[in-house]
């Protein structure tokens, strides 16, 4: 379902406070919709709610961590009564991590799902229902990744989330086709942003040089957040289904379409290029 004219609609995106969130925040500022802000980083999201209101468009910043289901309950319950039902949600907020499988240890897998998995699943489930009984058309954009379509080597737990997310929009997408809230997919390619900058999310065996020639290659390569968020202001605009944006994504999807050993080939070639596999 198409949204024209965003002005005034209201836009709630998580992840809000860095990288591609905090670039679909002002996107969206720029065409006067008002933003409501979600993230773990307090600091960060009072700086952009600054940013954003001198631009002159409203804007509310909630402290919420994505991935307890309680806290996302209260928030929505509490934007229902304050704001009422959201036009667009933007279920953004993610972490990445790099390591191979077998050299890794199991304990990143529960917050790497519970945060890029759990959190779209909870906005979803808290936000969608007053989104549905407010009717008109709605959108919900979740975000995954060009490793939703097809992974590079040492990212197990990150792709198997994105994986995830992929899958849940499309069964979505169908239970709700009888509604007027739409569900898009977003699946960025290589971008710009922190996520591979902390070295949190790095396995240890990750050698410091090898993740030195990681972020090099994402600053090279790598297109800026807000080329991902400008696309998903188009696809409000226009009611689109997939959001294929950033360098090799939408290659990706093709090479998948045609050859699953050649696109698998690829990778490894890539990723052994780089030094990181």
């Known amino acids: ?51 954003i209101e001198d631009t002159g468009s409203d804007c509310f910043a909630y402290t919420v961590d994505v991935s307890d ?12 009564v304050a704001q009422g039902a959201l036009d667009i949600l933007v279920n953004n907020a993610g972490v990445g991590y790099l390591g191979r499988f077998l050299d890794s240890d199991l304990k990143h897998w529960q917050r790497v799902l519970d945060i890029n ?4 699943v909870h906005g979803c489930y808290c936000f969608i229902p007053h989104m549905i009984e407010a009717g008109g058309p ?34 979505l997408k169908m239970e709700l086709s009888d509604t007027e809230v739409q569900v898009t997919t977003l699946c960025p390619g290589v971008i710009n942003t922190p996520i591979v900058a902390n070295r949190n999310n790095i396995a240890a065996s990750v050698s410091d040089e090898q993740l030195g020639r990681l972020q090099n290659y994402y600053l090279r390569k790598g297109c800026s957040p807000d080329l991902v968020a400008e696309s998903m202001v188009r696809a409000v605009k226009e009611g689109r289904d997939l959001i294929l944006v950033g360098p090799f994504a939408r ?3 093709q090479l998948k379409r045609l050859s ?14 780089i030094g990181y596999l």
Not at 16 to 44: H, P
Not at 260 to 273: I, V
């Open 1 to 51: 379902m198409a949204i024209a004219d965003l002005k005034h609609k209201k836009v709630l995106i998580t992840g809000a406070a860095s990288g591609i969130g905090r670039a679909a925040a002002l996107a969206f500022a720029r065409q006067g919709a008002t933003l409501l802000l979600c993230d773990i980083d307090t600091a960060a999201l009072e700086s952009l709610r600054r940013q």
């Open 117 to 120: 998995l759990m959190g779209v």
């Open 251 to 253: 290659l990706i999807f």
């Open 138 to 171: 709605r959108q919900v954009i979740n975000v995954a990744s060009a490793a939703a379509l097809f992974p590079s080597p040492s990212m197990a737990a990150y792709a198997a989330s994105k994986h995830a997310v992929y899958g849940l929009g499309e069964v």
């Open 260 to 273: 699953l050993g050649l696109l698998r080939s690829l990778m490894l070639r890539d990723a052994r290029k």
């Open 69 to 80: 289901a309680t806290a996302m309950s209260e928030l929505a319950a509490r934007i229902q």
